[in-house]
């Protein structure tokens, strides 16, 4: 994924809340969200290119999501980042251990942010920057392909409308994915200078990306309350913007420790 803004511990009912858009090739293949067959017990889409995962959510709650961390020029990796979702929910481990792992291998992935949670914790991990594995706390947040902590256009503007609608009690389908649908250019003077050019900062700095050949994939819309169940709500999108297809998924935890 390229844009996932959060809210984690921050509502009375709601431990977490995603909104999240994919940007891909248009051409890469990909699956719809669904149930997977293996890892069993898992929900979410799939790259079918290389196997791997941007954002998914099992049976036990247990939560994944991964955007890549933009650079100019980089060798190719050994592993796909998407294998960092993935394989999470094939370990019988909480998030605290997934992310130690996943800190420790990270150099034979392509650059990374990672976000990893269970019913109790959620962490941040990334093989670039100056913040590489750490427990978040509670309150919203928005990462996209920089670094923690970086102020960028499209995370500031995601973080802000999203901490709006948390304390209005807005979290539905269709508000989340409005705010996921903004396509605002940001000013020339606020884009970031990832080496990749002006030209393509303009066109990468909106938070849902149009055009023929790379853009938003998938939004997707995650909600777990803290009585024990999930929401897991997607939009496909094709070059043109329109929607492909609409996947919704209600389940209640299993409390079978996994941790």
């Known amino acids: 994924m390229c844009l996932i803004a959060f809210a984690w511990q921050a509502h009375p009912q709601l431990d977490l809340v995603v909104a999240a858009n994919r940007d891909e090739f248009h051409q890469r293949p990909t699956e719809a969200a669904h149930w997977w067959q293996e890892p069993a017990g898992t929900f979410g889409g799939r790259d079918r290119e290389a ?9 036990h709650g247990r939560f994944a999501a991964v955007t890549n961390v933009r650079e100019p020029a980089r060798a190719a990796p050994v592993r796909s980042r998407g294998l960092l979702v993935r394989d999470y929910f094939a370990e ?5 251990a997934w992310a130690a792992r996943m800190a420790e291998q990270g150099p034979a992935f392509g650059p990374f942010n990672l976000l990893v949670g269970d019913r109790d914790t959620l962490w941040f991990v990334s093989n670039r920057g100056s913040v590489r594995h750490m427990a978040l706390r509670p309150g919203v947040h928005a990462i996209s392909n920089g670094h923690w902590g970086d102020h960028w256009p499209k995370t500031e503007r995601a ?7 948390l304390g ?8 989340l994915c409005d705010l996921l649908a903004d396509t605002d250019i940001a000013p020339a003077r606020a884009l970031p200078d990832t080496g990749v050019g002006d030209e393509r900062e303009r066109f990468l700095s909106p938070l849902f990306i149009r055009s023929a050949m790379y853009g938003t994939r998938a939004s997707t819309v995650i909600r777990r309350d803290r009585s024990g169940r999930v929401h897991f709500h997607e939009r496909g999108f094709d070059a043109d913007a329109r929607i492909t297809h609409r996947v919704d998924q209600d389940w209640r935890i299993d409390k079978e420790d996994r941790s």
Do not use: F, H
């Not at 196997?51 to 049976?59: E, K, L, M």
């Not at 973080?159 to 609608?165: K, Y």
């Not at 209005?168 to 508000?175: N, T």
């Open 159 to 165: 973080q802000d409308r999203l901490q709006t609608l």
């Open 92 to 96: 019988p481990c909480g998030a605290s």
């Open 51 to 59: 196997g791997g995962a941007w954002c998914a959510v099992d049976r």
């Open 168 to 175: 209005a009690g807005a979290l539905e389908d269709d508000v």
